[in-house]
């Protein structure tokens, strides 16, 4: 099992653009939720997606917009790139309450 | 303002020292709580959940619900253990809300 994939690893943008950010959950999985971590902080909430639909939202943007596929994959997309949000995006799977499994994440840099 | 803190940035230890890595929150009912692990280089992985009362790799974590804390504890501190610790409740369908985390540094 693979557990959680996401990618790319790295990402460099330019301040404006919009980026797509991807992730496969953990065999089994069925929530996908995902997670801003600016340097030196701890991650932080942004959403999550259960049976496609997003199910809880943390406080971001509208900027911050996300899907679910039926597989639970799922995609988190960021619109008008500001240099704020450069940081590591984490995606967690989950099912039910076990516990997040987590993926190395993806380190997005806005230029 | 509902929120979990880990007062210490930064833990720092001997070898065979005890040691404890405070978090404190402050949500209404009763969240179920998590210490996740970071170790160099690697992903965040769970370490303890507070209703499986568990100890893995020798730490164990009590909930007090009275002081409304929930400690990481380990009797002797080994090398492999310095990495960076969260705490996160999860304040409900599975949403972790995660502390500023505490880095445990474990010297010879």
């Known amino acids: 099992d693979a557990g959680v994939t996401q990618s790319p690893t790295h990402l460099i943008k330019t301040r404006g653009q919009q980026v797509t950010l991807r992730c496969s959950p953990k065999?089994?999985?069925?929530?996908v939720s995902w997670y801003q971590q600016a340097l030196g902080q701890g991650p932080q909430f942004i959403f999550q997606y259960y049976e496609e639909e997003e199910r809880q939202r943390g406080n971001f943007p509208d900027r911050f917009s996300g899907h679910q596929f039926p597989n639970y994959s799922s995609e988190l997309n960021v619109n008008a790139l500001l240099l704020g949000d450069s940081a590591l995006y984490l995606c967690a799977s989950s099912l039910r309450s076990r516990g997040y499994t987590f993926g190395s994440g993806t380190r997005l840099t806005v230029v | 303002a509902q929120r979990v803190t880990q007062p210490e940035k930064l833990l720092s230890v001997f070898k065979g020292a005890p040691v404890e890595l405070k978090c404190n929150y402050s949500?209404?009912?009763?969240?179920?709580l998590f210490w996740y692990v970071q170790y160099s280089r690697q992903r965040l992985q769970l370490l303890l959940r507070h209703i499986s009362r568990e100890s893995i790799k020798g730490f164990t974590a009590d909930l007090n619900k009275g002081e409304t804390s929930f400690h990481l504890k380990k009797p002797f501190a080994q090398e492999e253990d310095s990495a960076m610790y969260y705490c996160a409740p999860n304040t409900g369908f599975q949403k972790l809300v995660f502390g500023t985390g505490t880095r445990l540094l474990v010297s010879p």
């Open positions: 065999s089994g999985h069925d929530t």
């Open positions: 949500y209404s009912g009763s969240p179920e």
